[in-house]
């Protein structure tokens, strides 16, 4: 149970209305409350299996170029042991949702990530070095809600929530650190330069090769068998 300690702590009277998420997130300021939002959103409007698919859907586009499938194949994680692999990414999430990215947990959680990245870079000399593929990581995760909602002719996300969930993961951005321990630079500024960044990178010529194609299937073969026993 939450407490007023807790990130997405609500008051119980507050929680009256059906839809009382919606309504109540309005109230709080996206430039300033974006991780309260974000953490509100998670814990009342999400469970594992909705942020399992948000995972699953946005890494099959990171790992459209060789280059950013190859760290992935050469672990290996998700064809021997896709539920642990998983399991490890959604720790990740949640810590940034249920406690924010700016907070002590979060930056912990950001420095672990970054650890497990340069480890692997270590045997992959060249990978984890291109702000690119950090950029597109975020901005996906930042867009492919409002994204799909366009492709399916569904309404947008609210010029409130596009706020907040670009703020979010701007600050996630802020601790990242490439495979040389460097900083990401050049950062979309905006949620629709985000959109923008994402779809100009799409238009790119990402051959496939058939372990990729293996892996994407192994990714989406986990939800499913998670999900759907």
């Given at each position: ?144 809600q409002n994204r799909l909602a366009k492709r399916l002719g569904l309404p947008e996300l609210d010029p409130h929530m596009k706020k907040a969930t670009y703020k979010f993961f701007a600050e996630v951005c802020k601790n990242i650190r490439k495979g040389s321990d460097t900083p990401v630079e050049g950062y979309p500024d905006s949620f629709e330069a985000c959109e923008a960044y994402c779809e100009d990178w799409e ?27």
């Amino acid at each position: 149970m939450a407490t007023p300690h807790d990130l997405y702590y609500v008051d119980e009277s507050i929680k009256q209305k059906r839809r009382w998420v919606t309504d109540y997130v309005k109230t709080l300021d996206p430039e300033t409350d974006f991780e309260r939002i974000m953490s509100i959103i998670a814990m009342y409007q999400q469970d594992e299996r909705s942020m399992q698919m948000f995972i699953a859907s946005s890494a099959v586009h990171v790992l459209m170029p060789a280059y950013g499938a190859e760290p992935v194949l050469f672990t290996n994680n998700y064809i021997r042991r896709p539920n642990l692999r998983n399991q490890n990414t959604l720790t990740f999430f949640w810590t940034w949702f249920g406690k924010g990215p700016s907070s002590p947990e979060g930056v912990a959680a950001t420095k672990r990530l970054n650890h497990v990245h340069q480890r692997i870079a270590k045997y992959l000399p060249g990978h984890f070095e291109f702000d690119s593929d950090y950029i597109y990581t975020l901005a996906c995760f930042t867009t492919i809600q409002n994204r799909l909602a366009k492709r399916l002719g569904l309404p947008e996300l609210d010029p409130h929530m596009k706020k907040a969930t670009y703020k979010f993961f701007a600050e996630v951005c802020k601790n990242i650190r490439k495979g040389s321990d460097t900083p990401v630079e050049g950062y979309p500024d905006s949620f629709e330069a985000c959109e923008a960044y994402c779809e100009d990178w799409e238009r790119w010529d990402h051959r496939m090769s058939a372990p990729q194609q293996d892996l994407i299937k192994a990714f989406l073969d986990q939800w499913v068998a998670a999900n759907f026993p």
